[in-house]
């Protein structure tokens, strides 16, 4: 409900919501009830709580996760942060060395990201709710790109999440096998949180992999593992045939700027 409330065009108008990207908090209140939700449904039947399993690369989709493991406490066991090759958040987890790389282009590439959107967010939390220090430490790491975190941090950071970084091989055998073994098609995105959900099953808990995209999406990606392309969800058929309106702007942010104050609609005046 709250979801389809923030998606609403209606409501985004009349609030100046924007889009909602992963950086916008409405965002990931939303991600946060359905963590709750599945943690409420699953937990209580195995009365052991849920490990989550998070495709990421801005952190917004996890770090949802955590605000639930805040609010719930064990009923959200763990959270698996499974990054791809562009693996800053992975090294982060497992090494306290959070340091910006060059960005690999991959098959899931919603992730091919080295700076995270989200990251300040998690620090507020580490460093005790103290936003000076996280205005300082990100102002550091603007400077010299690179963050090392104490042992002491780094023990918390490791309650917090397990990470672990999945290659672009390992991804497409996992939507091969996954299909040969349920017919289910994932994304390869998704397949990204199921390889790593298998490499921290633990026996009688439940463990819950995000799925991020519809398969039709990535059809090259889904066509290097299985040999053909998804099936195009019915509504969406015929799109790719539909006109068009594009204009190629140069990679300057006052040009874009000025075409977006030129063409933007006028705000909704206030009653």
């Not at 495709?55 to 791809?84: E, H, Q, S």
């Not at 392309?229 to 700027?257: F, H, N, T």
Request: aromatic residues 10%; hydrophobic residues 40%; neutral net charge.
């Amino acid at each position: 409900i709250v979801k389809s409330i923030f998606n609403d065009l209606d409501f985004k108008k009349r609030y100046r919501l924007g889009a909602i990207n992963s950086i916008n908090w409405a965002r990931v209140l939303a991600q946060v009830v359905y963590y709750c939700y599945a943690a409420l449904k699953l937990g209580d039947n195995s009365g052991k709580g849920v490990i989550f399993s998070v495709p990421t690369g801005n952190f917004g989709d996890i770090f949802a996760g955590y605000v639930a493991k805040r609010l719930m406490g064990d009923l959200v066991k763990g959270l698996i942060l499974a990054t791809n090759e562009n693996n800053i958040l992975t090294r982060f987890v497992n090494e306290g060395i959070y340091k910006r790389g060059r960005v690999i282009q991959t098959i899931s590439p919603s992730m091919d990201i080295q700076v995270a959107s989200n990251f300040e967010r998690y620090l507020y939390y580490l460093f005790d709710e103290d936003p000076e220090r996280v205005r300082e430490t990100m102002a550091r790491f603007k400077e010299e790109e690179r963050l090392c975190f104490s042992e002491e941090e780094l023990r918390r950071i490791q309650r917090d999440f397990l990470s672990i970084s999945i290659t672009q091989e390992e991804t497409l055998a996992t939507i091969r096998a996954f299909y040969e073994e349920t017919g289910y098609i994932l994304d390869p995105h998704t397949a990204v949180g199921v390889r790593a959900a298998l490499q921290f099953l633990e026996e009688g808990l439940p463990m819950i992999c995000l799925a991020t995209a519809h398969p039709a999406k990535f059809p090259e990606a889904v066509s290097q593992a299985l040999g053909f392309e998804p099936p195009v969800p019915e509504p969406l058929q015929g799109l790719s045939e539909k006109p068009r309106r594009v204009v190629i702007l140069p990679a300057d942010s006052a040009v874009v700027r000025r075409f977006i104050e030129e063409n933007a609609p006028s705000p909704p005046k206030a009653s």
